[in-house]
């Protein structure tokens, strides 16, 4: 190795603690977006596991645009010349007594058999061997089940090979192999069909087809044929969004961690500036210096990356389960398995370590290969010199908020530029973060004059001498209590909102059954209706479909119940447009407006039972419930378009002056009981979705943490480099007679002055965040408008935080300061 | 005749301070030949450091011109006034300037890694010659100020330049140990016939120089007495 890197390379030993620091400062950063990316990749991949196992050899299905169809179509299937195989499947979701859900498919044996082989692969019980008769039961006994190996054998659940479910207990008959992270119940079709009330009916036909355009043409009308990649990428579109909103999210914490090690890589440059002068003066060249100083960069990153991989891999196991109830809340039922350990983590976390490491070094390696080694001779870079940088990257900090407030004007522009451009507003106002401190330096010096007294002034003065460091610090440690205000503010308004919604679509009493099964017997609702005294029971049904080729939901209701009972937030117009919607007309959510560009009074088509059926939009309403566009429906319309007379829910509406409210109530609770059926009130329901909510944005909250976790490492950074740098001043400070005491007080108070000034510009900043993360990224994401509710509570939280981690940073310089204040010297060098 | 090995002609130095000139040099002359001790007598501020980052090439003049063994310093480019340094130029600081955290070995070879000759024996000897043999190992930190300048001396010389630059070599020991540092410098330079400029404010170090110059407000000077 060359002595001028030699020369380099043996700070990092001597500085052990701040190598420590950024070594730890990149390893969080890295962790972060390792954990994340890892965890979303594998949730993805477990998703198209289940797809691809499921989808076996059929190269395309068929079904009803919604609900089940009719099971007489099947031999209509068979007898086509471009059919070569069928397999008729009921695929359902079927709850667990502990809550879970699984997946039940139900299929002919002797059919489906050379659609998906490898689930026939069974290994039947121990005592279901013994004889022909039980190897035949999965046929004969109408509960018979084939469960997955890897279903959680949880103590009582089937310990007897009984699987209890909320439809009554299951037989296990044998074990069958799922590569795919979903579990999987097993079936005959005739038993599932019993099991759901489906007889006559179907879910979908899963078909191998040799010809598909002529199978289409003869098929197209009435039913929706989807391909295999076509299936895969509807459901990989779902998550989409969600996926890049994960993304982003880690690439923030990343973010604070390139400013951590532009602090660290700056405080390398200043405290080589002397060496470098040295060494230009023997002879070395920029190259020579510039090589030397990457190799120490590198080598922090290559370190850093790979501790951070190790932890971001850890981080995963945690992850990926939050992730999979995320995805199982929000759109399908998914359990992946956490990632498999493989050494390419590594590798991808020392790549991510050194492009960050390059990134926040590329500008003190700028300023490196300029140093004057006259001027670095000589000393110090003068105050007005730091000045004049501050100047200037206050003006390149706001040339990038102008280019950003572009970005978010721009009309109909995609998320990802949005994206860019929330990227650019955090790197415009950190870039201004030093001008901002010279702005402010009188005042704070005044203030900090006034509680800390003489040591309280110099701490002051200190922050604005070292302006390099300390600026950069405090930007870095500004975004992450932004982010912090931002994603509070964001989380916090969406649920302000999602109460509002609530409070304006789910007003029923009771509501029986659950939205994501169809369970409600029509016998039943018509038995509800006959109960006197009920102001309205209305009959609800949400379906998929697909809306130009792409997934959406349709949801029939009953107009007049609604029109009385609920309180729709229309974007424009009022209940009258109920009025429309009774006429045959639809309603559509919001999401649904933006994302296909319809607006009220255009018309839309749907793939109905007989055919393209359009339909007039009358008006559009709010509605968080799907970010892929809701298009609701009167029944009677529904019924006619669809022939779905399936209903997931019923909800309960009685009068509020109603005298017999409780005992009626009472009554249709202890008559759905009797069904079996799930009942909650409004309130349970409203509890319910929140809950959902707030599990939801666990994975949010969890980056918020890190992304302080890295900052705090930042201040840290900060404060003992510049205990480190100012060792000389120390010296004159103590020949002054400034006390071990009053030293601390003062490193303590540059610390909490620090943390205080980032915090109150963060106010601002986390402020603008939230609301750009909800009326650009959110918009824009999920094509649905929150509204911004302002809450003091993230800002006390976030300045509660501020204030413990500018004190808990400062804890070890303080200790570096009563360990060897006492012997500092005044020393040149 | 020998050829001057500098020569400076009407060499001007201003420096930008808020907004106004600031000169350092103002039109100073020079001729400096080969195998010279010469002294550069001056007060702080003087300009004498700044006359050597210019020829040394750390820095560029205002207006003038520097020779060095014949070459214009202006026509060289960064890249030959880098090689320069490297080889015919050696550095003594008053404040030693060494890497500290190179050991003293490292320090004088890391001279003769640039100047491209990689030899490790040849700064074992140089150390000797400067009395620091069985010191090779230690940091600058582990060092006395006297040992530090030694190393600083052997890192000039190892390279075996043509002139060697020392800005107050002295300035930072006690007289006895700077008696001792300029008596070794002198002594080897005189024995390698290398050029040796002396800048500082001491008039002791004339003793061991064969020409005085006196530098006022940026202006060279002959000492005749």
Same mark, same amino acid.
């Given at each position: 190795?060359?002595?001028?890197?030699?020369?380099? *390379?043996?700070?990092?030993?001597?500085?052990?603690?701040?190598?420590?620091?950024?070594?730890?400062?990149?390893? #969080?950063?890295?962790?972060?977006?390792?954990?994340?990316?890892?965890?979303?990749?594998?949730? *993805?991949?477990?998703?198209?596991?289940?797809?691809?196992?499921?989808?076996?050899?059929?190269?395309?299905?068929?079904?009803?645009?919604?609900?089940?169809?009719?099971?007489?179509?099947?031999?209509?299937?068979?007898?086509?010349?471009?059919?070569?195989?069928?397999?008729?499947?009921?695929?359902?979701?079927?709850?667990?007594?502990?809550?879970?859900?699984?997946?039940?498919?139900?299929?002919?044996?002797?059919?489906?058999?050379?659609?998906?082989?490898?689930?026939?692969?069974?290994?039947?019980?121990?005592?279901?061997?013994?004889?022909?008769?039980?190897?035949?039961?999965?046929?004969?006994?109408?509960?018979?089940?084939?469960?997955?190996?890897?279903?959680?054998?949880?103590?009582?659940?089937?310990?007897?090979?009984?699987?209890?479910?909320?439809?009554?207990?299951?037989?296990?008959?044998?074990?069958?192999?799922?590569?795919?992270?979903?579990?999987?119940?097993?079936?005959?079709?005739?038993?599932?069909?019993?099991?759901?009330?489906?007889?006559?009916?179907?879910?979908?036909?899963?078909?191998?087809?040799?010809?598909?355009?002529?199978?289409?043409?003869?098929?197209?009308?009435?039913?929706?044929?989807?391909?295999?990649?076509?299936?895969?990428?509807?459901?990989?579109?779902?998550?989409?969004?969600?996926?890049?909103?994960?993304?982003?999210?880690?690439?923030?914490?990343?973010?604070?961690?390139?400013?951590?090690?532009?602090? &660290?890589?700056?405080?390398?440059?200043?405290?080589?500036?002397?060496?470098?002068?040295?060494?230009?003066?023997?002879?070395?060249?920029?190259?020579?210096?510039?090589?030397?100083?990457?190799?120490?960069?590198?080598?922090?990153?290559?370190?850093?990356?790979?501790? +951070?991989?190790?932890?971001?891999?850890?981080?995963?196991?945690?992850?990926?389960?939050?992730?999979?109830?995320?995805?199982?809340?929000?759109?399908?039922?998914?359990?992946?398995?956490?990632?498999?350990?493989?050494?390419?983590?590594?590798?991808?976390?020392?790549?991510?370590?050194?492009?960050?490491?390059?990134?926040?070094?590329?500008?003190?390696?700028?300023?490196?290969?300029?140093?004057?080694?006259?001027?670095? !001779?000589?000393?110090?870079?003068?105050?007005?010199?730091?000045?004049?940088?501050?100047?200037?990257?206050?003006?390149?900090? =706001?040339?990038?908020?102008?280019?950003?407030?572009?970005?978010?004007?721009?009309?109909?522009?995609? $998320?990802?530029?949005?994206?860019?451009?929330?990227?650019?507003?955090?790197?415009? $106002?950190?870039?201004?973060?030093?001008?901002?401190?010279?702005?402010?330096?009188?005042? !704070?010096?005044?203030?900090?004059?006034?509680?800390?007294?003489?040591?309280?002034?110099?701490?002051?003065?200190?922050?604005?001498?070292?302006?390099?460091?300390?600026?950069?610090?405090?930007?870095?440690?500004?975004?992450?209590?932004?982010?912090?205000?931002?994603?509070?503010?964001?989380?916090?308004?969406?649920?302000?909102?999602?109460?509002?919604?609530?409070?304006?679509?789910?007003?029923?009493?009771?509501?029986?059954?659950?939205?994501?099964?169809?369970?409600?017997?029509?016998?039943?609702?018509?038995?509800?209706?006959?109960?006197?005294?009920?102001?309205?029971?209305?009959?609800?049904?949400?379906?998929?479909?697909?809306?130009?080729?792409?997934? /959406?939901?349709?949801?029939?209701?009953?107009?007049?119940?609604?029109?009385?009972?609920?309180?729709?937030?229309?974007?424009?117009?009022?209940?009258?447009?109920?009025?429309?919607?009774?006429?045959?007309?639809? /309603?559509?959510?919001?999401?649904?407006?933006?994302?296909?560009?319809?607006?009220? +009074?255009?018309? /839309?088509?749907?793939?109905?039972?007989?055919?393209?059926?359009?339909?007039?939009?009358?008006?559009?309403?709010?509605?968080?419930?799907?970010?892929?566009?809701?298009?609701?429906?009167?029944?009677?319309?529904?019924?006619? &378009?669809?022939?779905?007379?399936?209903?997931?829910?019923?909800?309960?509406?009685?009068?509020?002056?109603?005298?017999?409210?409780?005992?009626?109530?009472?009554?249709?609770?202890?008559?759905?009981?009797?069904?079996?059926?799930? $009942?909650?009130?409004?309130?349970?329901?409203?509890?319910?979705? *929140?809950?959902?909510?707030?599990?939801?944005?666990?994975?949010?909250?969890?980056?918020?943490?890190?992304?302080?976790?890295?900052?705090?490492?930042?201040?840290?950074?900060?404060?003992?480099?510049?205990?480190?740098?100012?060792?000389?001043?120390?010296?004159?400070?103590?020949?002054?007679?400034?006390?071990?005491?009053?030293?601390?007080?003062?490193?303590?108070?540059?610390?909490?002055?620090?943390?205080?000034?980032?915090?109150?510009?963060?106010?601002?900043?986390?402020?603008?965040?939230?609301?750009?993360?909800?009326?650009?990224?959110?918009?824009?994401?999920?094509?649905?408008?929150?509204?911004?509710?302002?809450?003091?509570?993230?800002?006390?939280?976030?300045?509660? &935080?501020?204030?413990?981690?500018?004190?808990?940073?400062?804890?070890?310089?303080?200790?570096?300061?009563?360990?060897?204040?006492?012997?500092?010297?005044?020393?040149?060098? | =005749?020998?050829?001057?090995?500098?020569?400076?002609?009407?060499?001007?130095?201003?420096?930008?301070?808020?907004?106004?000139?600031?000169?350092?040099?103002?039109?100073?002359?020079?001729?400096?030949?080969?195998?010279?001790?010469?002294?550069?007598?001056?007060?702080?501020?003087?300009?004498?450091?700044?006359?050597?980052?210019?020829?040394?090439?750390?820095?560029?003049?205002?207006?003038?011109? /520097?020779?060095?063994?014949?070459?214009?310093?202006?026509?060289?480019?960064?890249?030959?006034?880098?090689?320069?340094?490297?080889?015919?130029?050696?550095?003594?600081?008053?404040?030693?300037?060494?890497?500290?955290?190179?050991?003293?070995?490292?320090? $004088?070879?890391?001279?003769?890694?640039?100047?491209?000759?990689?030899?490790?024996?040849?700064?074992?000897?140089?150390?000797?010659?400067?009395?620091?043999? +069985?010191?090779?190992?230690?940091?600058?930190?582990?060092?006395?100020?006297?040992?530090?300048?030694?190393?600083?001396?052997?890192?000039?010389?190892?390279?075996?330049?043509?002139?060697?630059?020392?800005?107050?070599?002295?300035?930072?020991?006690?007289?006895?140990?700077?008696?001792?540092?300029?008596? !070794?410098?002198?002594?080897? #330079?005189?024995?390698?016939?290398?050029?040796?400029?002396?800048?500082?404010?001491?008039?002791?170090? #004339?003793?061991?120089?064969?020409?005085?110059?006196?530098?006022?407000?940026?202006?060279?000077?002959?000492?005749?007495?």
């Amino acid at each position: 190795m060359k002595i001028v890197t030699k020369s380099f *390379l043996r700070y990092l030993p001597r500085r052990l603690s701040l190598s420590v620091l950024q070594i730890v400062g990149v390893a #969080c950063g890295v962790a972060a977006v390792v954990g994340m990316t890892l965890s979303a990749r594998t949730a *993805l991949k477990s998703f198209s596991n289940t797809i691809e196992f499921l989808r076996g050899k059929s190269t395309h299905s068929i079904q009803r645009p919604v609900g089940p169809m009719e099971e007489e179509i099947l031999s209509k299937l068979a007898q086509d010349p471009a059919v070569q195989w069928v397999s008729p499947v009921v695929d359902r979701q079927l709850r667990l007594q502990n809550g879970e859900s699984v997946h039940l498919l139900g299929i002919d044996p002797f059919l489906d058999r050379s659609v998906r082989p490898e689930i026939y692969r069974v290994e039947f019980l121990e005592r279901e061997r013994e004889n022909l008769e039980n190897l035949l039961s999965f046929l004969t006994d109408e509960r018979a089940v084939f469960v997955d190996i890897h279903l959680k054998k949880e103590p009582g659940e089937y310990s007897s090979s009984i699987l209890k479910t909320e439809k009554g207990p299951l037989h296990i008959k044998g074990r069958i192999p799922n590569p795919s992270g979903e579990p999987l119940v097993l079936m005959d079709i005739g038993h599932a069909q019993k099991l759901f009330q489906l007889q006559g009916y179907i879910d979908r036909v899963d078909l191998i087809l040799n010809d598909e355009t002529d199978f289409i043409s003869r098929w197209e009308k009435g039913f929706v044929i989807q391909s295999s990649r076509q299936r895969r990428e509807t459901f990989s579109g779902m998550l989409q969004a969600f996926r890049l909103n994960l993304e982003a999210l880690s690439l923030l914490a990343l973010f604070v961690g390139v400013f951590l090690i532009y602090n &660290t890589a700056m405080f390398a440059v200043v405290s080589r500036r002397r060496d470098t002068g040295i060494l230009r003066s023997l002879g070395a060249n920029r190259l020579e210096i510039i090589l030397a100083f990457l190799s120490e960069i590198l080598i922090l990153g290559l370190f850093g990356g790979a501790l +951070g991989a190790l932890l971001g891999f850890f981080l995963t196991r945690f992850l990926t389960d939050l992730l999979g109830s995320s995805i199982s809340n929000l759109y399908f039922f998914l359990r992946p398995e956490p990632a498999a350990w493989s050494y390419s983590i590594i590798a991808v976390g020392i790549g991510l370590g050194w492009g960050a490491s390059l990134l926040g070094g590329v500008l003190p390696l700028g300023e490196l290969s300029r140093t004057d080694p006259v001027k670095a !001779l000589s000393g110090r870079i003068t105050t007005s010199e730091s000045s004049r940088k501050a100047k200037k990257a206050a003006l390149g900090g =706001m040339i990038i908020l102008f280019i950003s407030l572009i970005l978010f004007l721009l009309p109909g522009a995609h $998320v990802y530029v949005g994206f860019a451009g929330v990227f650019g507003f955090i790197l415009g $106002v950190s870039l201004l973060m030093g001008w901002v401190l010279l702005i402010l330096h009188p005042y !704070l010096r005044r203030i900090m004059g006034r509680i800390g007294g003489l040591p309280g002034k110099i701490a002051a003065g200190n922050i604005r001498q070292n302006l390099g460091r300390t600026g950069v610090a405090m930007a870095a440690f500004m975004v992450s209590l932004s982010m912090s205000i931002g994603l509070s503010g964001m989380i916090g308004s969406f649920r302000e909102s999602l109460i509002w919604w609530m409070g304006t679509q789910i007003r029923g009493d009771l509501y029986i059954g659950k939205i994501d099964e169809a369970e409600v017997p029509e016998d039943f609702f018509e038995e509800l209706k006959k109960i006197e005294g009920i102001g309205g029971v209305h009959p609800y049904r949400n379906v998929q479909t697909l809306y130009q080729n792409t997934s /959406i939901n349709v949801s029939a209701v009953d107009a007049r119940i609604l029109q009385k009972y609920a309180r729709f937030g229309w974007l424009k117009g009022g209940d009258e447009n109920w009025e429309g919607v009774k006429q045959g007309g639809v /309603i559509i959510s919001e999401s649904f407006s933006r994302r296909f560009g319809v607006k009220a +009074g255009d018309t /839309i088509t749907l793939e109905g039972i007989r055919g393209p059926e359009t339909f007039r939009v009358v008006a559009i309403f709010y509605d968080y419930t799907t970010e892929h566009g809701l298009v609701m429906m009167d029944r009677t319309t529904y019924v006619k &378009t669809f022939g779905d007379l399936r209903l997931n829910n019923v909800g309960i509406f009685i009068d509020p002056g109603n005298p017999r409210r409780a005992e009626l109530l009472l009554e249709v609770k202890k008559r759905a009981e009797t069904r079996g059926l799930p $009942v909650l009130s409004g309130s349970e329901l409203h509890r319910n979705i *929140l809950e959902v909510f707030d599990n939801t944005f666990a994975i949010t909250r969890s980056m918020r943490a890190i992304a302080i976790i890295v900052a705090f490492f930042g201040i840290a950074g900060a404060l003992l480099t510049l205990f480190i740098e100012r060792s000389r001043e120390f010296g004159i400070y103590r020949s002054l007679g400034f006390s071990t005491g009053q030293v601390a007080r003062m490193t303590l108070t540059e610390g909490l002055e620090m943390g205080l000034i980032s915090f109150l510009l963060s106010i601002g900043v986390g402020t603008v965040l939230a609301i750009l993360l909800i009326k650009v990224i959110n918009l824009r994401s999920f094509n649905w408008t929150i509204f911004y509710f302002p809450a003091w509570q993230p800002y006390l939280i976030t300045g509660i &935080t501020a204030i413990l981690a500018s004190l808990g940073a400062a804890i070890y310089p303080i200790w570096r300061v009563f360990r060897t204040y006492p012997q500092i010297q005044i020393r040149e060098e | =005749m020998d050829q001057p090995v500098i020569r400076i002609i009407d060499l001007w130095k201003t420096y930008e301070l808020d907004g106004s000139g600031v000169s350092a040099l103002r039109g100073t002359n020079l001729e400096i030949k080969k195998g010279e001790r010469v002294a550069l007598l001056g007060k702080s501020g003087s300009g004498k450091t700044t006359l050597f980052n210019l020829i040394a090439g750390l820095d560029r003049p205002t207006k003038g011109r /520097i020779e060095v063994e014949g070459q214009d310093l202006k026509t060289l480019g960064e890249k030959g006034r880098t090689l320069l340094r490297r080889t015919k130029i050696g550095f003594i600081f008053q404040f030693f300037n060494l890497l500290p955290t190179l050991t003293a070995f490292e320090n $004088v070879f890391l001279s003769l890694e640039l100047a491209n000759k990689p030899k490790p024996q040849l700064a074992l000897h140089a150390l000797k010659e400067v009395g620091l043999e +069985g010191k090779e190992r230690r940091f600058p930190s582990e060092l006395s100020g006297g040992e530090q300048q030694r190393v600083a001396i052997a890192r000039a010389l190892v390279k075996k330049p043509s002139i060697i630059l020392a800005d107050e070599p002295t300035g930072n020991l006690d007289t006895a140990t700077g008696n001792q540092i300029l008596e !070794l410098l002198t002594r080897m #330079c005189e024995e390698s016939g290398t050029t040796l400029i002396m800048a500082t404010h001491s008039p002791l170090t #004339c003793r061991y120089a064969t020409r005085i110059l006196r530098m006022v407000d940026g202006v060279i000077f002959e000492e005749t007495s």
